[in-house]
Nanobody, 119 residues
Framework: QVQLVESGGGLVQPGGSLRLSCAAS????????MGWFRQAPGKQRELVAT???????NYAESVKGRFTISSDNAKNTVNLQMNSLKPEDTAVYYC?????????????WGRGTQVTVSS
């Protein structure tokens, strides 16, 4: 089983920055991709950014040019640098990963970290 633990959320003013980190632990033999989703109150969970084991990155249109995803395969972590934050970025951010566990691919999710953008 794989566990994902997020850190780095908090309260920030519009225009500010935050950095989220997610660490994976547990037993797995392969990594497909990792990334971040978010869910605002009353809305569906949506993709923010993903990065695969080959370094290919995908961003939601709403965060392009403001957010940067990166990974450290040696440390089994994925990070999300969020700049020029807007009130509409307020949400619970969830770390996500797709792992090869005992010859089967499976999803793993973190518990989420709150990001609030407000003056």
């Amino acid at each position: 089983q794989v566990q994902l633990v997020e850190s780095g959320g908090g309260l920030v003013q519009p225009g500010g920055s935050l950095r989220l980190s997610c660490a994976a632990s547990g037993s797995y033999s392969g990594l497909g991709h990792m990334g971040w989703f978010r869910q605002a109150p009353g809305k569906q969970r949506e993709l923010v950014a993903t990065i695969n084991s080959g370094g290919i990155i995908n961003y939601a249109e709403s965060v392009k040019g403001r957010f940067t995803i990166s990974s450290d395969n040696a440390k089994n972590t994925v990070n999300l640098q969020m700049n020029s934050l807007k009130p509409e970025d307020t949400a619970v951010y969830y770390c996500y990963g797709y792992f090869l566990i005992q010859l089967r691919w499976a999803e793993a999710w973190g518990r989420g970290t709150q990001v609030t953008v407000s003056s």
